[in-house]
């Protein structure tokens, strides 16, 4: 198998960037390509297909179901670290929104060490990545409130389809752009220009036509596969890295090892080894190969090829939670759905089938804003600045939260209800309440805390620990909380939103009624706080004095040609959703190994 096809590049990673890289790296009918996927193909998978259906795929076969250690900071609750395990990764299983970083925050990329990684260095990559096509009609472009979108910004001939999710038919996605009209904190620009505040209607990468997802597998990954100088090979399990010293004491990758069919075969690039597993598994595969922290390596009986020691640090992620409230009579949502009513089930397939419309075209949220904390300072000015190793890190986010045209939390609507105090394989729960339920949820934006990931053990199957420290730093918490106050005591009863709840309705759980004050909205936030799914930054693109894993050209330091092109590489979290960000990190990527 190894030497029928003798590849350029190998990519260790058939999920959202893998298969970007492979795509734009076999544009050149002269350059060989061989992906390396763990998982398998779903792409004939309704779960993958059907926008609705994304809860479902959560700690299933497609899902590589890790979790972290006990977190300390959420009372010793161990959270679920979801990943996909399929081709197109995370991107074949997320909740399909769409959302923009922050100009603020990719320049601090750039001030971290990392020259031509700010804002207008990276914009073209994003917008390479996408197509945005927004409603054809007057009426549901007033209905979602889009009067924003900037062409200058715009991705008009990228892979993946871009779509609104709303729908005029739901009259809460105009409750909501009412409702941040009324406090006056509608966005005041295109989040995609980097530098927008407030409510709007968020996109999702949905096929507005077929009403489908369209992730990295379908829009990347479906075309290189026709393309004879490429071979995507799946349900592969990459053991280690082959490295040989060199001269200059470097090391280089000379092959892969790894299982196919349960034989060991060995895969020989001519040119490099490009790392594309995600946030986990690329530092467990670095580890495994020799390239990480000594002391741990040999702990675990593994030889240094590179002591790096900032490998599995710097691993960031963002908490979310939410409140659920009772919806007024006649309100439409998921939890009919969510509960399998046969009758809901049976008009939803019908609806779907029939004309690509009804609650199956929906994923995760169509509305979404980005928010400030009031009285910022004086609220961080409370904790001592961290010292040592981080104070840097800890001075850039400061400088960002403390902006007041810059956000330190998402606020979202969610048209289900969510079970949190449950813990379940995903954050909707599976004991599902009789009635029909809108939450209002807020997601962290910039945390403080930072964690790591690293092997446990030298034997490949083990899994890896994962750390993310949630709420380590204080500040996270407190901004949390206030959010989740904010969202019961400001969104909820504005005249807006209001008619939509039972005035006395029931709520998720119990200590929902107790967040309007501070330290209710703590206990609710310290109970039921989990993953957003975000995390990044495990293999860090700093200078290697700082902690650094990548340079800015990508290659692993104390290696000749081995890159990373993943999620890991983020130096600091954007705000919101990362898969713009991915795909626009992997564009990039691509046009830097072009490059060279």
């Not at 750039?110 to 073209?124: F, S």
């Amino acid at each position: 198998m190894a030497s029928s096809f003798s590849p350029d590049y190998i990519v260790v990673g058939g999920g959202t960037s893998g298969l970007v890289v492979a795509n734009r790296l076999s544009e050149n009918p002269d350059v060989k390509v061989l992906v390396l996927e763990a998982g398998k193909d779903t792409s004939a998978d309704p779960r993958v297909n059907i926008p609705a259906l994304w809860t479902s795929l959560m700690g299933t076969e497609v899902d590589w179901q890790f979790k972290t250690v006990p977190q300390s900071g959420l009372g010793g609750r161990t959270i679920r670290a979801t990943q996909g395990k399929t081709l197109g990764g995370s991107s074949a299983i997320n909740g399909q929104a769409f959302i923009a970083p922050a100009q603020s925050e990719i320049d601090a990329w750039a001030k971290l060490g990392n020259p031509g990684w700010d804002w207008a260095g990276l914009v073209p990559s994003y917008k390479k990545s996408y197509t945005l096509i927004p409603p054809p009609d007057q009426a549901t472009l007033d209905h979602l409130g889009i009067d924003w979108i900037n062409d200058e910004y715009r991705g008009t001939s990228g892979p993946i389809k871009v779509s609104f999710p709303g729908i005029i038919q739901n009259p809460l996605c105009k409750a909501w752009i009412d409702a941040f009209r009324g406090l006056n904190k509608a966005t005041n620009g295109d989040p995609f220009s980097g530098n927008s505040i407030g409510g709007y209607s968020n996109t999702a990468t949905v096929d507005p036509e077929t009403k489908t997802r369209s992730y990295a597998y379908s829009a990347y990954g479906v075309p290189t596969r026709q393309r004879p100088n490429v071979q995507i090979l799946t349900e592969v399990k990459v053991q280690k890295i082959l490295l040989t010293k060199t001269p200059t004491g470097t090391v280089r990758a000379v092959g892969v090892n790894a299982l196919v069919e349960g034989k060991t075969a060995t895969f020989i690039p001519t040119k490099e080894v490009i790392l594309a597993s995600g946030v986990y598994n690329t530092p467990k595969l670095l580890e495994l190969s020799g390239i990480g922290n000594k002391e741990l390596l040999e702990k675990h009986g593994i030889e240094a090829q590179v002591d790096l020691p900032g490998v599995g640090e710097n691993l960031q992620d963002h908490l979310m939670t939410g409140l659920s409230y009772e919806v007024a009579d006649g309100v439409m949502t998921g939890d009919p759905l969510m509960r399998q009513e046969p009758e809901a089930l049976a008009q939803a397939q019908k609806l779907y089938v029939e004309n690509k419309v009804g609650p199956l075209t929906i994923g995760g949220m169509q509305s979404h804003a980005f928010m400030p904390t009031p009285n910022m300072m004086e609220l961080l000015d409370k904790f001592p600045r961290t010292q040592g190793a981080n104070a840097e890190y800890y001075d850039i986010v400061r400088s960002i939260l403390e902006n007041p045209s810059s956000s330190s939390i998402a606020w979202l609507l969610f048209l289900v209800q969510t079970n949190l105090h449950e813990g379940g394989k995903s954050f909707v729960g599976s004991q599902f309440l009789p009635e029909n339920y809108a939450s209002l949820g807020c997601v962290q934006s910039r945390p403080f805390s930072r964690g790591s990931t690293h092997i446990s053990s030298a034997d490949i199957d083990a899994e890896p620990t994962i750390d993310p420290r949630y709420f380590s730093h204080p500040a996270d918490l407190e901004i949390m909380a206030r959010n989740i106050q904010a969202l019961d005591t400001q969104l909820r009863p504005s005249k807006e939103l209001a008619p939509f709840f039972k005035p006395d309705g029931k709520r998720n759980h119990p200590d929902a009624f107790h967040v309007g004050d501070l330290d209710g909205a703590k206990k609710y936030v310290l109970d039921t706080a989990t993953t957003a799914y975000h995390s990044c930054g495990s293999a860090a693109m700093l200078p290697k004095e700082k902690g650094g894993v990548v340079d800015p050209k990508l290659i692993v330091y104390g290696t000749e040609n081995i890159r990373i092109v993943d999620a890991s590489i983020f130096p600091l979290i954007p705000r919101g959703n990362i898969l713009s960000s991915v795909y626009a990190v992997a564009e990039k990527a691509a046009d830097i190994i072009k490059g060279n």
